[in-house]
């Protein structure tokens, strides 16, 4: 379902590049991220290649909306529902694979890697 070729997330979502599967259904996918700000941190996905939320925002609000519930289920499977939801959007902003990705953060962040990151 993705299609850029030369994209990361693209490549986890087809897996073609190993991942720490949390959960999939025909238009997401949620993988442990491999350098984790707190404990727990997932991505969530689209299958198909969107740049960022904002491009999703536009041409599938649904998609989004699924996207954010994903992120629910997943918290409230590994920290009772309580979490951060973070999605960078450009450069600039920390983003750093140009595919759309939602970051789940719950339980305990790690104060040097948050700090590192939000700098």
Known sequence: ??????CLFCKIAEGQVPSTKVYEDDTVYA???INPMSEVHVLVIP????PNAA?????DPQLLAHI???????ADDQCDGAYHLLF???????QTVFH???HVLGGRP??????????
Do not use: R, S
């Open 1 to 6: 379902m993705a299609e850029e070729t030369d």
């Open 31 to 33: 993988f442990k991220d």
């Open 47 to 50: 299958k198909k290649h969107y």
């Open 55 to 59: 491009a999703v925002a536009a041409a």
């Open 68 to 74: 954010v519930e994903t992120a629910q289920k997943i």
């Open 88 to 94: 960078n959007t450009g450069a600039a902003a920390g």
């Open 100 to 102: 759309c990705h939602a």
């Open 110 to 119: 790690d104060p040097a890697k948050l700090a590192g990151a939000l700098a």
